[in-house]
């Protein structure tokens, strides 16, 4: 599977970043393996668990499976969606494994913070929910999350 981004995001989209209302936007969570719907559901639970009956701060997009498809094609069709205000443009969610539990999800950054480069990391999917919403509201900054990232294990063909 081809996990490769570009090194930077487009500067109309880092300009929008900065100037975007503070609406707490849910978050896309994007499929790149095909889950069945039963699973798609199963861990859309697990990564909104902490959040009760608040449990929508993450979300699938309407287009959301991207099964045989790379990162990069996530990353341009999240770019197409930055000015609807429909989710957090500056953050997205792709399920990359089937064994999502002990890979984690991995987690795109279109700006670091630091010299707006593209980042990404790997989650435990029960933490990324409260970790998503921290980034929002500023309580942690990327590299508070790449210090809770996980390292996948490489999985067999």
């Not at 995001?9 to 896309?28: D, G, I, Y």
């Not at 699973?39 to 309407?62: M, Q, T, V």
């Amino acid at each position: 599977m081809d996990l490769t981004l570009p090194s930077r995001c487009p500067e109309e989209v880092t300009s929008h970043l900065e100037e975007r209302s503070m609406a707490l936007l849910p978050f896309a969570l994007y499929d790149l393996i095909g889950l069945t719907d039963l699973d798609a559901a199963g861990l859309l639970e697990i990564c909104n668990r902490e959040y009760g009956d608040h449990a929508n701060s993450i979300k699938y997009p309407i287009k959301k499976n991207f099964k045989g498809k790379s990162l990069r094609e996530v990353f341009e069709h999240h770019l197409s969606m930055y000015s609807e205000d429909t989710f957090e443009p500056g953050y997205f969610l792709a399920v990359t494994s089937r064994d999502w539990m002990s890979q984690g999800l991995l987690l795109v950054t279109l700006t670091d913070g630091d010299d707006d480069t593209v980042d990404t990391c790997f989650l435990k999917a029960e933490s990324t929910g409260m970790a998503m919403v921290n980034l929002q509201i500023g309580n942690l900054d990327w590299s508070d999350v790449k210090e809770q990232a996980m390292e996948p294990e490489a999985e067999e063909n």
